[in-house]
């Protein structure tokens, strides 16, 4: 089992920023994809932006965060961040942090972000 705790969610106005974080406990050992995906109002859960965590630490992001969006990893901390700049009304909804494991994959809780026009 691999635990998640998302901190960073919250109230923007548009064209602001935010940062997600997610912090993985328990069996990390394993870990090869993290990952952050949302679920917005009236809308399926969608993947936002992964990252390979192999030295190779490749990245792969939704069409509608590309160029506003960052994702980083701390393999020594098992940490995933999201770096959200240039916030648009379209952006709110419950960001999840997701990892891929050799035994599964896991998922947070979730974070509310909103962000107001």
């Known amino acids: 089992q691999v635990h998640l705790v998302e901190s960073g969610g919250g109230l923007v106005q548009a064209g602001g920023s935010l940062r997600l974080s997610c912090a993985a406990s328990g069996s990390v050992f394993g870990i090869r994809v993290m990952g952050w995906y949302r679920e917005g109002p009236a809308k399926q859960r969608e993947m936002v932006a992964v990252i390979n965590i192999a030295s190779s630490g490749s990245t792969n992001y939704a069409d509608s965060v590309k160029g506003r969006f960052t994702i980083s990893r701390d393999n020594a901390k098992n940490t995933v961040d999201l770096q959200m700049n240039s916030l648009r009304p379209d952006d709110t909804a419950v960001y999840y942090c997701?990892?891929?494991?050799?035994?599964?994959?896991?998922w947070g809780q979730g974070t509310q972000v909103t962000v107001s026009s």
């Open positions: 997701a990892v891929q494991q050799f035994t599964g994959t896991f």
